[in-house]
């Protein structure tokens, strides 16, 4: 029979990603055991298979961090397009991409990425465009020799439409393949690539030589799937895109989607077990930390606590030591401390009633900096950089004491340094 803390403890990165992105469930208040089998059911699932394979392969864009922005994945597509690149792929994936270039020889083919905003410095545009990059594309080929231009946009989260598109044909026409003297004689394709598609969008549409082609992230996915299997140069880099799309840039709208949300389904209660085994993990980590933060004045909030271990909330206990000043006054501030989360990890200290005024008096009591003036409310952050770079933590059996001393040695030393100023001292 397979132990649930032991399969938990061995496939804790792809049951968290089931956890965070598809289940979204409170722990238990009656911890029922998993059904006989479930376990053994749940790891002989082939969609449960394809996502630990996912999530246990090396990736260098989740190592480097190099796909935070948009610009970065028009750089790798960009590399994936041009034929003169040593991937080894030569036109298939750009063709596979851009029917219009079918025809086109490798020789004749342009792709330009770093310089694309270079020849927009002298466009004028009837409206004026919104945001830094105005109405620069991100991705631009074109084959001068066939007639033939594409341009990709690549969004993640602004949203952008027609009317971003009919500028970036306008420009195709007008200001660059006039250049060879034929603007309305080339073949064009313009791929908005983005994670979802509007209801009321079109996924293709054509007119006057123009392809618009709507192009999800999934879609986009199963296209170069076959490139990541080919054996080419860089057959690998092609796989740590497509892992790195299904697992951390939009897990919702992946290769992955369709068999998780099943999984999700299909495994409810084993999962919910899981979920529970997770949950007991957070809080003996969060407990063990417990003599830690009573030293610095805090106690954990066993209430919260019990249905809540991504931020967990801390009540603060004014001791005899502490100056007068902060007896009257620590009241106003509430405190917090997020490890488990997918954001930067960090103990927290907030006003209860948001005050610009009272603010600026607390940020300099605690000798904080300000980052945004515009929160009446924050008043310390104190990031609590981990020794793993997996948001969540990836938290197991094994990792549980390296964490907990890893936080300890943070709250003895940056967390102190800011509290003590105030416990001891009078407001300036």
């Known amino acids: ?19 965070d992105n598809f289940a979204k469930w409170q722990p238990d208040s009656i911890a029922s055991a998993a059904p006989d089998g479930a376990l053994a059911a749940l790891a002989g699932d082939p969609a449960f298979q394809a996502i630990a394979a996912a999530t246990v392969r090396p990736n260098m864009f989740v190592a480097t961090g190099n796909m935070t922005r948009e610009s970065h994945h028009s750089n790798f597509l960009a590399w994936l397009l041009s034929p003169r690149e040593n991937h080894g792929f030569g036109t298939d994936i750009l ?5 219009i270039f079918e025809h086109s020889r490798a020789e004749d083919i342009v792709v330009l ?11 004028e545009t009837a409206e004026k465009a919104s945001g830094p990059r105005g109405s620069r594309p991100d991705v631009l080929v074109y084959d001068p020799v ?3 231009i594409a341009v990709i946009e690549v969004k993640f989260a602004a949203k952008e439409g027609d009317r971003q598109l009919e500028r970036y044909f306008t420009w195709a026409t007008r200001h660059f393949a006039s250049y060879h003297g034929d603007a309305r004689g080339w073949e064009q394709q313009l791929v908005f690539l983005t994670r979802r598609i509007p209801e009321a969008a079109n996924c293709d549409s054509t007119g006057d030589s123009l392809v618009v082609t709507n192009l999800v992230y999934e879609t986009l996915s199963k296209q170069l799937a076959p490139f990541a299997h080919s054996g080419a140069a860089g057959a690998s880099a092609v796989q740590d895109y497509i892992d790195f799309l299904a697992l951390h840039a939009c897990p919702l709208e992946s290769i992955h989607s369709k068999g998780a949300t099943s999984l999700v389904v299909e495994h409810e209660p084993v999962l919910r077990a899981l979920h529970r085994r997770r949950h ?7 407990g063990a930390l417990a003599p830690d933060l009573a030293a610095l004045g805090w106690v954990i909030d066993a209430a919260a606590l019990a249905t809540n271990t991504t931020k967990v909330r801390l009540q603060y206990l004014p001791a005899d030591r502490d100056s007068s000043c902060w007896h009257a006054e620590c009241g106003e501030l509430e405190w917090g401390m997020g490890v488990f989360v997918n954001g930067p990890p960090a103990l927290t200290g907030e006003l ?11 940020v300099t009591r605690l000798g904080q900096v300000v980052s945004n003036s515009d929160h009446k409310k924050r008043v310390l952050t104190v ?10 933590f990836p938290l197991t059996t094994h990792t549980l004491p390296m964490l907990v001393d890893h936080l300890r040695v ?9 509290v003590q100023r105030i416990r001891t001292d009078r407001p300036h």
């Open 410 to 418: 943070r709250l003895r030393t940056q967390v102190a340094e800011h």
């Open 383 to 392: 990031k609590l950089a981990l020794p793993a770079q997996q948001r969540p």
């Open 352 to 362: 209860r009633a948001a005050s610009s005024a009272r603010r600026a008096q607390w």
């Open 1 to 19: 029979m397979i132990n649930i803390k032991l399969f938990y403890d061995n496939n804790q990165p792809a049951i968290d990603f089931l956890l």
């Open 146 to 148: 066939a007639r033939a």
């Open 95 to 99: 063709r596979t991409l851009f029917p």
């Open 280 to 286: 007991a993990l957070r809080r003996e980590a969060l």
């Open 113 to 123: 990425r770093e310089h694309v905003a270079d020849l927009f410095e002298d466009e």
